[in-house]
């Protein structure tokens, strides 16, 4: 338990969840069984600046099944535990109103790995919101008094039925359509949060529209990332600050690279790591529904948009508010427009700045302002209130035979060690000996395969996967068991790898160099990484981590490859190419962005720059590419008579 926490709460209140979740602990251990209880402050920096804490009682019962985890909280109900017995009482539905009270969250979740029992969790704010009761600062190092008792306190105990006919308010749709995955606690209005994505939306409307990428998106998309991370619950966390930084170098693409199929993937890149930061994912499906849950925001999120927009009104009468805008807006046309017309440069920063408003315009920008306002206002409330992403992941169920995961296991190592046995009498026998036995020479040998390679590479991390949470770990024998062979099968994987890049490296040298080629060489080496991860956590069996290295080296991987300049790198190879053999497709040359124009001007290259002409961007469209490419075409001298050796 952390030292000196101080929490501000209700004193008999915060003593009295206590005291029934330790009552309801020991009731449904069994004699000289243990009950722990644990206190951290791991979740900190809420949205309005207070911090949080958590606090955990478990007990060493039958457990609790998932099916019943939320039942148990209602008033009077049976809990139905894995050994049949029951309870019944308040002390769990006054432990959630205790809880909800102070603006925190409880539930039952799974148990630590190998461990049997429930274990409950309660989320609570170190400062919760303001109510009528009196809070005092509560030490939680110091244990609750001996005279709280866990018999219900009158005031706490839930009102009774209403009589019949009576009408009872229904429960929100929204919070039985979301359930327990995405509690909506009241989560504070926060006006400046809306202020500030519609003022990103109308940023959005006048510099995006009729422009290129460049300088003007990557503003566009910083404004937006400091509107998120500034109401991120977490923003302080190692992970959703690191994502945010992968975040920035993603968006800085825009304005560095004229390759729209690199900046694109860069920006789609970017809006799954911003969900899976602001929802803190550990698991697989947790980055799926981190995604999912981006879109799905603008639907949860609405009760929370509601209580900001009523806030509107409290910043002063509507008539005020009114002659204030319009006050603010005929300064800002009167002033404006006198001093543009008297300063030739002002004029030029302004006819720059302000949009050329048309019908067509006026209702192209109103739609820019909606969508990017609508985004950036979805991700704020993810941020200020993200779902339980990895509540829904399944638990490991090993099996109970270790041939059940072991046969399959060893069938696909003898299958891989029967291709790098193939792969060996190829590389010793030579070209003669693959001619005698296949009818094929060694270049269309090795040609042929890659793609299927890296299917198999792919598939395998599945297949380890799937072994290392069906695999029992009971014993020293089972672990060897489950280190030996997912460690053989991973050697033979690298090995794959290497022959997969070997075999698309011949093939490129034979048939040229394209963007889907070096795409797959990416993304085969980023398998490769993979599995070297993987066989790391297979050293000490331990790969909670692992999802969130393959998505941080994902990210690297296409991060490199920006940094490579992929459309020059293409270029040069393949004007290398065409100085060795002669052969060159300049009509794909043609197509490659202007990131590659420096290198086709000043590698020979100039016969794939015909009728290419530079940009006339504006400053919200610069772009460091199409820059570059601009000091190097028209190349008026050094393309004439190229167009007849197409």
Not at 200 to 215: E, K, N, S, T
Not at 274 to 298: K, M, N, Q
Not at 411 to 419: I, M, T
Not at 557 to 563: D, I, Q
Request: charged share 15%; net charge negative; with cysteine.
């Amino acid at each position: 338990m952390p030292d000196g926490l101080l929490v501000r709460a209700d004193p008999d209140r915060l003593h009295q969840l206590v005291a029934n979740l330790l009552d309801n602990a020991s009731r449904h251990s069994p004699a000289g069984g243990v009950v722990s209880v644990a206190v951290s402050t791991d979740r900190v920096e809420a949205v309005d600046g207070a911090g949080w804490y958590r606090l955990e009682v478990a007990d060493s019962g039958p457990g609790i099944a998932p099916a019943d985890r939320e039942r148990v909280f209602e008033p009077f109900g049976t809990l139905s535990t894995a050994s049949g017995t029951g309870g019944t009482g308040l002390g769990l539905a006054i432990a959630r109103w205790v809880t909800e009270l102070h603006g925190g969250s409880i539930s039952f979740v799974e148990p630590e790995h190998g461990v049997s029992g429930a274990r409950v969790r309660v989320d609570l704010p170190l400062r919760p919101p303001d109510r009528p009761a009196d809070r005092q600062e509560v030490s939680m190092t110091q244990p609750p008094p001996t005279d709280v008792a866990t018999t219900p306190d009158p005031q706490l105990v839930p009102a009774p039925a209403p009589p019949a006919g009576t009408p009872v308010p229904p429960r929100p749709l929204l919070d039985d359509m979301f359930g327990s995955f995405w509690p909506e606690h009241a989560v504070p209005a926060r006006l400046p949060i809306l202020g500030a994505a519609v003022a990103v939306g109308l940023f959005a409307a006048l510099v995006l529209p009729f422009r290129d990428l460049g300088a003007g998106t990557v503003l566009v998309l910083l404004a937006a990332g400091a509107v998120v991370l500034a109401g991120a619950r977490d923003r302080r966390d190692p992970f959703t600050l690191g994502c945010a930084l992968l975040c920035a170098l993603l968006a800085l693409t825009a304005a560095v690279r004229a390759a729209d199929w690199i900046v694109l993937l860069s920006l789609l890149a970017g809006a799954v790591v911003c969900a899976c930061g602001l929802t803190r994912g550990r698991t697989l499906p947790g980055f799926v529904l981190s995604c999912v849950s981006w879109p799905l925001a603008g639907l949860r999120g609405l009760p929370w948009l509601g209580r900001t927009a009523a806030r509107v009104t409290g910043l002063g009468h509507g008539a005020a508010l009114l002659r204030t805008l319009v006050l603010s807006i005929a300064g800002l046309l009167v002033f404006g427009l006198l001093l543009a017309s008297a300063d030739a440069l002002l004029a030029e920063w302004v006819d720059a700045l302000l949009p050329n408003l048309t019908i067509d315009t006026v209702v192209l920008r109103a739609f820019v302002t909606v969508a990017v306002g609508g985004t950036v206002l979805a991700a704020a409330y993810l941020a200020l209130n993200p779902p339980h992403v990895d509540r829904v992941a399944p638990a490991a169920r090993p099996v109970k035979r270790r041939y059940e995961w072991l046969a399959p296991v060893l069938v696909v190592d003898a299958v891989f060690a029967a291709f790098l046995l193939a792969q060996a009498a190829a590389f010793f026998g030579g070209h003669d000996y693959v001619q005698r036995s296949t009818g094929l020479t060694y270049a269309e040998y090795v040609h042929q395969g890659f793609g299927q390679l890296t299917v198999a590479t792919a598939l395998t991390l599945l297949v380890i996967g799937v072994a290392a949470r069906k695999a029992p770990r009971a014993t020293a024998s089972d672990r060897l068991w489950l280190r030996a062979a997912l460690g053989v099968l991973c050697v033979e994987v690298l090995v794959v790898v290497w022959s997969a890049l070997y075999r698309m490296h011949l093939y490129q040298q034979a048939y040229g160099f394209t963007r889907l080629r070096l795409l797959v060489d990416v993304f085969e080496g980023w398998l490769g990484v993979l599995i070297l991860l993987m066989a790391v956590a297979g050293v000490g069996l331990r790969g909670s981590w692992l999802p969130r290295a393959a998505l941080l080296t994902g990210v690297a991987a296409l991060l490199g490859l920006s940094a490579l300049n992929p459309d020059a790198w293409i270029a040069e190879h393949n004007l290398d190419r065409y100085a060795d053999t002669g052969k060159v497709d300049w009509a794909y040359l043609r197509l490659l962005s202007d990131d590659a124009v420096p290198t086709l001007a000043d590698h020979g290259g100039a016969c794939a720059l015909v009728d290419r002409q530079p940009s006339d961007d504006d400053w919200l469209e610069w772009n460091l590419g199409r820059a570059r490419a601009a000091d190097h075409v028209p190349l008026r001298q050094a393309v004439e008579g190229c167009v007849s050796q197409d």
